[in-house]
């Protein structure tokens, strides 16, 4: 009867032990329930209407000295809250009022480690906060996602440089599809990326926050799981002398990060959407990040702007030589003003690339800033981030001095702590100067657009410009970037290439650049794609030759009051509604296969709207240039017939 008892108290004991040791929370509505285990190791495992779509994944954080977050798991305190606020964007990509409403569990452990997780409607994250004093030292990350069967994943994988290690890329992939269990620990792949079940949620995996810490890459298991991992911090750095100049790591630490030792680590995040359409209209990332720094936001103006660089400045039927120089920038500037344009950009080649104090003598700047003042457009520059990192706050003045309010830096190709580093130094001084920022050769903006609104976009795609030399950006890469990549903020794409092709007829020339696309996807990724500054990186003179189209392309906004997704399936079409004041504008992007699909307008407020429309010609299949212009009237009654030819698009505006 004793040994009855103790054994009954024992068990007691432990199913106490245990239930202090496990707590779950749900999302607002109920629908989302993540688990967190802390035992011999601190593990999370996320559940879908009673589903579970992610297994027991573990958590942790080693210093240089030892400590680490699985080394307190005794003994630790929960903290719950719920929130429910509405963050206003003063830049939105996506909409004004973004609810944010999620519940929260901190676990707080006895070594100065705590763990905090958060549960969205429409996802979840965590990190990992520390409470030292004085400064620490990161030896490595443990950031598990794993699976309960062995789904595709689609992912984009480094292609290892010749002369770098694998941790130096653009950010410019196509996507990969394979299944889980078939990826291997030596593919290392940037985020965001998308596991892809057929039976359960989507979810897409990245991370938000990320400031003074390197980027999380991921790789294989060999298993039903993705790792996160993470370039080694940089012990010595080498310098090329080339036309783009950059600084790669030629010796890296056996540590990632040296940080504050009081601090919130990067958000590891994971998108869930139930259905396709709720991926690309996602701003999970965003609501994450952290609040702006800046004060005043007044002088951060979003709009349109011409760029030279992919058609190499070949425009036509002018008196005088096409290039670098200043008659060319003088036509352009006559271009955007025609067509509703704000601004110019001077790509590549306007000066010296490894100093910007030397000036291209094809070029008179004083004429070109002072043309352009009187056209009432901006001008903006292109720079090579080695060389703005050393020449940082004279070419910023001399920026200001012209009157330039945006600038563009390129070939950062890196992800670790110092490049991280870098782009909170550039921005804080672009701020300073009131100057609009944006990153090529740059990861995903992980929320810093949210952080830094003047930073108003990223590259991190492969994007217009790889039709120079590939045939890489077809029109089912481009359908995908709208799930997957737009998942980690807004994209610099450069649409609006207006020579187009069949993926027959398609050749990668510098000189004459095309599409593989029709002329309507072109024109519906202004819409679909998300970036407050937009880019039109066609030929003017083409567009000079087509005024009403350039006059429906110049309408078209680059931020919104808000955002729908009315029909999509990935990697298949996309159809996304936004709204800029009264006015309604759709886009549509097909893959490869003609598709017919009927939408509903039955989310318009009541009342008649003129619209215009633009489509897919009848013979688009095979001349995709071809396209339709038309009008018509047009109310919440009424359903949309979208045809689309292969590669093709649909685009709608709708004025009350």
Not at 28 to 55: E, K, M, W
Not at 415 to 433: I, L, M, N, P
């Amino acid at each position: 009867m004793k040994k009855l008892l103790l054994l009954n108290i024992l068990l007691l004991f432990l199913t106490r032990a245990h239930a202090q040791a496990t707590r779950e929370i749900t999302s607002p509505n109920g629908t989302i329930r993540l688990v967190a285990y802390v035992h011999d190791q601190l593990r999370y495992s996320v559940y879908f209407r009673g589903r579970l779509i992610v297994s027991p994944s573990e958590i942790d954080l080693v210093l240089t000295d030892g400590r680490k977050l699985s080394g307190g798991l005794a003994k630790p305190q929960f903290s719950e809250r719920n929130v429910s606020e509405t963050i206003i964007s003063p830049v939105p990509e996506k909409r004004i009022r973004i609810p944010d409403r999620y519940k929260e569990l901190k676990i707080t452990l006895r070594n100065a480690f705590a763990v905090i997780f958060r549960v969205y409607d429409d996802g979840v994250a965590y990190r990992v906060a520390t409470s030292f004093p004085g400064d620490i030292t990161v030896r490595s990350e443990t950031a598990a996602f794993r699976f309960p069967a062995n789904h595709p994943v689609y992912f984009p994988e480094v292609a290892p440089p010749s002369n770098m290690d694998i941790y130096h890329t653009g950010f410019e992939e196509p996507y990969t599809v394979k299944p889980l269990e078939s990826i291997s620990s030596k593919s290392l792949f940037f985020s965001p990326v998308l596991v892809a079940p057929d039976d359960s949620p989507k979810i897409g995996i990245t991370e938000s926050d990320l400031e003074d810490y390197p980027g999380m890459f991921l790789t294989g298991s060999a298993e039903k799981a993705l790792l996160g991992q993470f370039a080694p911090y940089p012990a010595e750095e080498t310098e090329t002398k080339e036309l783009y100049s950059t600084r790669y790591v030629s010796k890296r630490a056996d540590f990632l990060a040296k940080t504050k030792g009081t601090r919130a680590f990067p958000w590891r995040v994971l998108i869930i959407a139930p259905e396709d359409k709720d991926l690309p209209g996602n701003d999970l990332v965003y609501r994450l990040a952290s609040p702006s720094r800046l004060q005043d936001v007044s002088w951060i103006k979003p709009g349109k702007a011409t760029d030279e660089w992919i058609i190499t400045s070949n425009i036509f039927n002018v008196p005088f030589k096409s290039g670098i120089n200043t008659a060319t920038y003088k036509y352009y500037i006559d271009f955007a003003k025609r067509f509703g344009f704000e601004r110019i950009m001077m790509d590549a080649g306007w000066s010296d690339n490894n100093d910007l104090f030397k000036i291209n003598p094809d070029i008179q700047m004083e004429e070109i800033v002072a043309y352009a003042k009187s056209k009432g457009i901006g001008i903006s520059m292109w720079t090579l981030a080695l060389t703005l990192d050393k020449q940082l706050e004279p070419a910023l003045e001399q920026f200001s001095k012209w009157g330039v309010d945006f600038i563009m830096t390129d070939f950062i190709n890196r992800d670790d702590q110092k490049a991280v580093q870098f782009f909170y130094k550039v921005a804080e001084a672009c701020a300073r100067h009131k100057i609009m920022l944006m990153f090529h050769g740059a990861f995903k903006p992980a929320g810093f657009n949210r952080t830094f609104p003047h930073a108003i976009a990223r590259e991190a795609v492969l994007g217009s410009e790889y039709n120079m030399w590939s045939a890489e950006a077809t029109p089912e890469h481009n359908v995908l970037l709208a799930f997957i990549r737009m998942l980690g903020g807004p994209l610099d794409y450069e649409p609006g290439m207006l020579n187009n092709a069949t993926a027959k007829g398609f050749h990668a020339m510098p000189e004459n650049v095309m599409s593989l696309t029709t002329r309507t996807q072109q024109l519906a990724m202004f819409v679909v794609y998300e970036s407050p500054i937009q880019f039109f990186a066609g030929n003017p003179s083409q567009g000079l030759n087509e005024p009403a189209f350039m006059e429906l392309l110049g309408s078209i906004p680059t931020v919104w009051d808000t955002t729908r997704i009315l029909d999509a399936r990935l990697g298949d079409y996309v159809v996304t509604a936004r709204k800029k004041g009264s006015d309604w504008y759709i886009g549509a992007l097909n893959d490869s296969t003609a598709r017919e699909l009927s939408i509903s307008l039955g989310f318009l407020p009541p009342g008649n709207y003129n619209a215009t429309i633009c489509e897919d010609g009848v013979n688009a299949d095979r001349y995709p240039a071809d396209y339709r212009l038309s009008e018509a009237t047009l109310n919440s009654r009424d359903s949309l017939k979208i045809r689309m030819a292969p590669g093709g698009g649909y685009l709608l505006r709708l004025r009350k």
